[in-house]
């Protein structure tokens, strides 16, 4: 199983809801010249909140046994994981990915439960076949 840090380039769109006070003052700041633009104001303000709490973070993530990053199950890896009559509680921070050829039995016959903090990649058919597995 590949355990590897997020790239910058892989990021996920979300969506907020600001009032016009906030916002105004948020573009002041990028006309001022403090930020390129909206999302590089939010984005460093994320950022800071993540260093505020990043002890809580690192003690959750070490108390939880949590991935941290990016892990990645290849078919490969569920077929030794099958042989050696094992199964996964799969459990990351970041984001967690099944290989579009895991086919939905597979996935079935070597997770037994999946519980991502981020984003969880597989198809349609290994979420479909994981659903009562995912928290």
Do not use: C
């Amino acid at each position: 199983m590949q355990e590897l840090r997020q790239k910058n380039s892989d990021t996920e769109k979300i969506t907020i809801n600001l009032g016009p006070v906030d916002l105004g003052q948020i573009d002041l700041l990028v006309q001022e010249g403090f930020y390129s633009n909206r999302s590089d104001f939010i984005r460093t303000a994320i950022r800071n909140g993540l260093n505020l709490h990043a002890d809580v973070i690192r003690q959750t993530v070490s108390r939880k046994s949590l991935v941290l990053g990016l892990q990645h199950f290849s078919r490969a890896d569920l077929e030794t994981v099958r042989r050696n009559g094992e199964v996964l509680e799969i459990q990351v921070l970041g984001m967690a990915s099944i290989a579009p050829d895991v086919s939905p039995e597979l996935a079935q016959e070597t997770i037994k439960s999946v519980s991502v903090l981020g984003v969880f990649q597989a198809s349609a058919a290994v979420k479909a076949a994981l659903a009562g597995r995912i928290r």
